[in-house]
T-cell receptor, first 111, second 115 residues
Framework: LAKTTQPISMDSYEGQEVNITCSHNNIATNDYITWYQQFPSQGPRFIIQGYKTKVTNEVASLFIPADRKSSTLSLPRVSLSDTAVYYCLVPERPGNTPLVFGKGTRLSVIA | ETGVTQTPRHLVMGMTNKKSLKCEQHLGHNAMYWYKQSAKKPLELMFVYNFKEQTENNSVPSRFSPECPNSSHLFLHLHTLQPEDSALYLC??????????????FGPGTRLTVL
């Protein structure tokens, strides 16, 4: 069962592109990769989900290489309001059970 | 109201009190969840309900008692809590349980302080 590893924290200046990479070496053939965002004192919010190559929506892009052992969440031109914790999730438990949230990456955007 | 709502948003209680947290979802979902988030710790899944039936209990102490009268409402009854139970309690819902890729919609949480 896959577990994820992502940086504990990252800092960025406003207007920069931020890339958060997550390792999931044991990802199973059928597993998708899901990212959530959590602002302080709020519940997490789904950002994006993908299986391979590239997925893009109005919030972010998700890049997944061919071996799928890692994925990169890309946030274009971040602003102060993007300061949050970002979670990368892949199934960690057998069967049909909810995804397990790890510690995530705390992104701090600086003016 | 839209999305997932939780009441109260803040709660302070003594160790001998009995209180309840309420969660309501207006999304037509069939699965509901309780999570606990302590300071500087990952979210911990506590309970899962699917079509009003409890499908998961992650070894939660009996001083936490969930109740799901219908697919739209979820309660967490609290009694004789300990100070270490102080945390942000989050409710979530998804279209159905038992599927890891369902998008979960979270409420704003109840900030609980146990004195």
């Amino acid at each position: 069962l896959a577990k994820t590893t992502q940086p504990i924290s990252m800092d960025s200046y406003e207007g920069q592109e931020v890339n958060i990479t997550c390792s999931h070496n044991n990802i199973a053939t059928n597993d998708y990769i899901t990212w959530y965002q959590q602002f302080p004192s709020q519940g997490p919010r789904f950002i994006i989900q993908g299986y391979k190559t590239k997925v893009t929506n109005e919030v972010a892009s998700l890049f997944i290489p061919a071996d799928r052992k890692s994925s990169t969440l890309s946030l274009p031109r971040v602003s102060l309001s993007d300061t949050a914790v970002y979670y990368c999730l892949v199934p960690e438990r057998p069967g049909n059970t909810p995804l397990v949230f790890g510690k995530g990456t705390r992104l701090s955007v600086i003016a | 109201e839209t999305g997932v709502t939780q009441t109260p948003r803040h709660l302070v209680m003594g160790m001998t009190n009995k209180k309840s947290l309420k969660c309501e979802q207006h999304l037509g979902h069939n699965a509901m969840y309780w999570y606990k988030q302590s300071a500087k710790k990952p979210l911990e899944l506590m309970f899962v309900y699917n079509f009003k039936e409890q499908t998961e209990n992650n070894s939660v102490p009996s001083r936490f008692s969930p109740e799901c009268p219908n697919s739209s409402h979820l309660f967490l009854h609290l009694h004789t809590l300990q100070p270490e139970d102080s945390a942000l309690y989050l409710c979530a819902s998804s279209p159905w349980g038992g599927e890891p890729y369902n998008e979960q919609f979270f409420g704003p949480g109840t900030r609980l302080t146990v004195l």
